[in-house]
């Protein structure tokens, strides 16, 4: 189903395919009338689409995915309506920055070592439109250099957890992430936790710290979910009172066979994170 209420997506400002702008005026094609930009590590698509929504009546929530890491394992955390001049922020939006552009220069070193063949950080940069450098980014250059066939096979080859290019040693821990967002105003959102390789026990240990440290929301309605997976997600929310959130973590067309705003229906009995901003 298309929800009208999207606060999870992504544009050219980090690794999606669609400028801010064109994201906002297909989201008001579909019918979305609440959206969250969610770039990662990054909300400068956020503040390029803020004209845009406003003229085509989109509510438009501030956002962001920071990526954290938890437990030694890389996670994300989405923040959400925060104040977008926050001093707290725009501190976690430099950081992160910063911290993306050393991971990148190690990835590139890593490539470099493990294909023997040069890597062109510059090339890659210029994928990621001067913004914000990914790992998809690197996954495209290796497809067009002939490194790889397919963006899939770089990640299962080359990116993915625990090969060469997973790079997180600059990531700060979940409980920093929170603080920037909690500090801004926003609310902290503990993204697609059904997608981590985690244990149940590792997962209700990992949600305990995050409730601990000021996190108050969790994915319960996402693209990627089947009914199994909703249910878990449901019922951890309920389990540690957290609101719920929703989101099609739309990247562009060609990826994951996604579209902005598709997603299961949003549970009943779930309070949704907006019940707290409107
Ligand atoms: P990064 O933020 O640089 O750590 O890169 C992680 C991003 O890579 C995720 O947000 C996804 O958008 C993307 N990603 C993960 N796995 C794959 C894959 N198999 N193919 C294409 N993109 C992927
Ligand atoms: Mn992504
Ligand atoms: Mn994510
Ligand atoms: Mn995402």
Not at 221 to 236: E, I
Not at 246 to 253: L, V
Request: hydrophobic share 40%.
């Amino acid at each position: 189903m298309t929800s009208s209420i999207d606060l999870h997506c992504h544009t050219t400002a980090s690794d999606g395919d669609w400028t801010p702008e064109v994201l906002v005026a297909k989201a008001a094609e579909r019918g979305i009338t609440t959206l969250a930009i969610t770039d990662h590590d990054t909300f400068a698509g956020y503040r390029q689409a803020r004209e845009t929504a406003s003229s085509l009546g989109v509510n438009l929530i501030s956002g962001i995915e920071l990526s954290v890491v938890w437990s030694g394992m890389t996670l994300h955390m989405v923040g959400l309506d925060f104040d977008p001049e926050a001093p707290a922020i725009l501190e976690a939006e430099r950081i992160q920055t910063e911290g993306r552009q050393a991971r990148a220069e190690i990835i590139a070193q890593r490539l470099e070592k493990r294909l023997n063949a040069p890597i062109d950080l510059a090339a890659v940069a210029a994928l990621a439109g001067g913004q914000q450098i990914g790992r998809p980014h690197f996954a495209r250059y290796l497809v067009n250099e002939g490194h790889v066939k397919s963006m899939n096979l770089a990640f299962s080859r080359l990116l993915g957890a625990g090969k060469v290019g997973d790079v997180k040693a600059m990531w700060p821990d979940m409980e920093t992430a929170i603080h920037w967002v909690v500090e801004s105003g926003g609310i902290a959102v503990m993204a697609h936790a059904h997608l981590y390789r985690m244990t149940r026990t590792k997962l209700r240990a990992c949600l305990k710290d995050f409730k601990d440290a000021g996190g108050q929301g969790l994915e319960v309605a996402y693209g990627q979910m089947d009914s199994n997976q909703r249910g878990q997600m449901s019922a951890l929310a309920k389990e540690f009172g957290l609101l719920g959130s929703c989101g099609s973590d739309f990247h562009g067309p060609s990826r994951y066979g996604l579209e902005l705003g598709v997603m299961p229906a949003f549970p009943t009995d779930v309070p949704p994170v907006w019940s707290v901003w409107q």
